[in-house]
């Protein structure tokens, strides 16, 4: 049996193994089972890949990412490794070709969709050969409140069933503390030594804004911090991806288009051209970067509210992965939150389910509205502890948290009485309109100037008024409700309206208008 060291060295041409890797690939290869959390980057691949060149038989690897198949094999075979994979996409000849392949016991290693062993064909092939071991890549699929849970991931306890000898290993980018645990007991995966590697990425500085003019603040960022840098702006829809990059490359920025709706010969191009030539801007909705290894990422932006701390974490660790310094950054705003609150309410699904997306949205909620360091929030999110980073805005730029009880009674009594008084409903602007005593046509023709509470939220900037409402619907102080986004209290709002719990607000940074003691009497 060769040794993994000279694999790694001979094969895969790298001196040393990185992290946890050794430890992991000698537990494999001396018959355990394991379960490996590492941060996208971090060389989750050749914990079972030299495994599988080092054992006899075929390293069997169960994978999602259909489309990143033909890259891995390619990579493989670049390297002399004899791998193959079994997938939908394949004609009836050239399955057949790999079943052979396998059979003879030519294969190190052998790529799998879930889906495929949903077939029993496929499990009757794979007791036809010899396996060496088998890999769960991209394991969080199994958890039903991750945030990409796959069906087909639940049946892979069959591998444990069928094949109790043979070793095991699941690998993950993303997991809590409840994921984890949701893994190894779905898997089988109980008695497998668990590899946590740390999530940190230090050379990355965290930062979200609030969101006034985000194309102009991006500008600003781009052209001040970034100028010729690489780098990917997220958007939520396709429409805002064309209108970023249009707007970009208008400011003489070298920005590329990327979304589903484009034309895969486009879309083929413009990836490649990110790749390849330097300082590059991908605009593009979160269809693009599953699998990309651009090394010299320096900023990843977010103009849009990603759902998940998951998605966050996922999207901002595409920048920096040289280790160099890099910027992600994310610029949200009262409209992100009432309109992913409503895409919530609206989704099909069980009440269990929009649950669960709720509940990773305030997660992301806590992370943008925190007043400690984000990093802190963000590794304690994934079970990890740590102490506060000096690279991430909250620890450079503390800012300052105020008293927003009053506020919010303020505008908890305005929505309540509309609503019990005038049988009303209205949303935050029109609200903050009759806090802050303005005269709109809208005010006057309902004769909400009339109203016990016109003007009693003068001390607080219109601005800031809008702040209020977005960490109050963050923390679920307020819900929004309908097609039109009106606002209503929620059973926590009645312990704020009788004084009961108290409102620590964040305040927002460039301050404008700051009325005295704002929100304090
Ligand atoms: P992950 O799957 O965890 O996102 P990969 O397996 O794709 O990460 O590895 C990320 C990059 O790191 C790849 O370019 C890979 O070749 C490189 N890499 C992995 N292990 C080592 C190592 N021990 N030494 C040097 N480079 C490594
Ligand atoms: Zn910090």
Partial sequence: MVSAQSVLESTFGYDSFRGQQGEIINTIVGGGDALVLMPTGGGKSLCYQIPALVRDGTGVVISPLIALMQDQVDALAAVGARAEFLNSTQSAEERTRVENAYRAGELDLLYLAPERLRVSSTVSLLEQGQIGLFAIDEAHCVSQWGHDFRPDYLQLDVLHDRWPDVPRIALTATATEATRTEIAQRLKLTDATQFVSSFDRPNIQYRIEAKAQPLQQLLALLNTEHPGDAGIVYCLSRASVEKTAQFLVDNGIAALPYHAGLDSKV????????????????????????????????????????????????????????????????????????????????????????RNLSAHLDAMLALCETVECRRVQLLGYFGQESTA????????????????????????????RLDRERNQKFGAGHLVDILIGKTTTRVTQQRHDDLATFGIGSDVSEQDWRSVVRQLLAQSLLAVQGEYGTLAITPESAAVLSGDRIVKLRREAPRKARGSGAGGG
């Fill in 267 to 354: 879309r083929a191009s413009n990836q490649s051209r990110f790749l390849r030539e330097d300082g590059m801007v991908m605009v593009a909705t979160i269809a693009f970067g599953m699998g990309i290894d651009k090394p010299d990422v320096r900023f990843v932006a977010h103009l849009d509210l990603p759902k998940s701390v998951e998605g966050y974490y996922q999207e901002t660790g595409r920048a920096g992965r040289d280790g160099l310094p890099a910027t992600a950054w994310l610029a949200y705003g009262l409209q992100d939150v009432m309109q992913q609150r409503r895409m919530i309410d609206q989704s099909g699904g069980d009440l269990a389910h929009r």
């Fill in 389 to 416: 980073c000096g690279n991430c805005d909250t620890c450079l730029s503390p800012p300052e948290s105020w008293d927003g009880t009053v506020a919010a009674q303020k505008m908890m009594s305005t929505i309540v």
